[in-house]
């Protein structure tokens, strides 16, 4: 018999895109198994080199790694009316299909402070532009969620960011492109 830890690799890439209270339900067994749950979440429009580092980073502080993926409306209302440039239906898939990643719930709040209560994960990452200009700590303005996740006894961790490997700086490159016609 598998692990739970090797799950992940039992799964197609459309069984680890879930509705949110299916996962919780998930979450709840694993933790319960003694297994640690890391959670992070994000537009991830395009996928480069710094989501995947992220990622991996992010997967290797615990058991299994969920994503919080913002819904398409929900990118609009961060990020403007041009985006998302891929559907939110792709962009999950495409993260689905990395091996890192274990789960992947959409939702359309305008932070995931719902679904972090929901879900309750043992660890919450994001990345360190998510930290305070004072200290090295969680922006609570910025970063709402780690105040819930403190809450209810989680920790909060920001990993380094890779400068230069942004969605927004990516597309800002694609348009110096000389256009050829």
Same mark, same amino acid.
């Given at each position: 018999m598998?692990?739970?830890?090797?799950?992940?690799?039992?799964?197609?890439?459309?069984?680890?895109?879930?509705?949110?209270?299916?996962?919780?339900?998930?979450?709840?067994?694993?933790?319960?198994?003694?297994?640690q749950?890391?959670?992070?979440?994000?537009?991830?429009?395009?996928?480069?080199?710094?989501?995947?580092?992220?990622l991996?980073?992010?997967?290797?502080?615990?058991?299994?790694?969920?994503?919080?993926?913002?819904?398409?409306?929900?990118?609009? %209302? $961060?990020?403007?009316?041009?985006?998302p440039?891929v559907?939110? +239906?792709?962009? &999950?898939? *495409?993260?689905?299909?990395?091996q890192m990643?274990?789960?992947?719930?959409?939702?359309?709040?305008?932070?995931?402070?719902?679904l972090?209560?929901?879900?309750?994960?043992?660890?919450?990452v994001?990345?360190?532009?998510?930290?305070?200009?004072?200290?090295?700590l969680?922006?609570?303005?910025?970063?709402?969620?780690?105040?819930?996740?403190?809450a209810?006894?989680?920790?909060? %961790? $920001?990993l380094?960011?890779?400068?230069?490997?942004?969605?927004? +700086?990516?597309? &800002?490159? *694609?348009?110096?492109?000389?256009?050829?016609?």
């Open positions: 598998k692990s739970m830890k090797n799950r992940n690799m039992q799964l197609s890439i459309q069984q680890k895109i879930l509705a949110r209270a299916t996962l919780a339900d998930i979450v709840r067994q694993r933790q319960a198994a003694g297994e749950a890391v959670f992070t979440n994000g537009c991830f429009d395009l996928l480069h080199l710094g989501h995947v580092r992220y991996q980073e992010a997967r290797d502080l615990g058991d299994f790694l969920i994503i919080g993926l913002n819904a398409d409306a929900s990118v609009r %209302r $961060l990020k403007g009316e041009e985006r440039l559907p939110q +239906e792709e962009r &999950a898939e *495409i993260l689905a299909a990395l990643v274990d789960y992947i719930t959409i939702f359309d709040e305008p932070t995931a402070e719902e972090v209560n929901t879900l309750r994960p043992s660890i919450y994001k990345g360190a532009d998510y930290a305070s200009v004072q200290n090295s969680p922006d609570p303005k910025r970063l709402p969620e780690a105040a819930v996740v403190q209810y006894g989680g920790s909060v %961790r $920001l380094a960011y890779i400068p230069n490997h942004s969605t927004t +700086e990516l597309i &800002a490159r *694609i348009q110096r492109l000389p256009s050829r016609s």
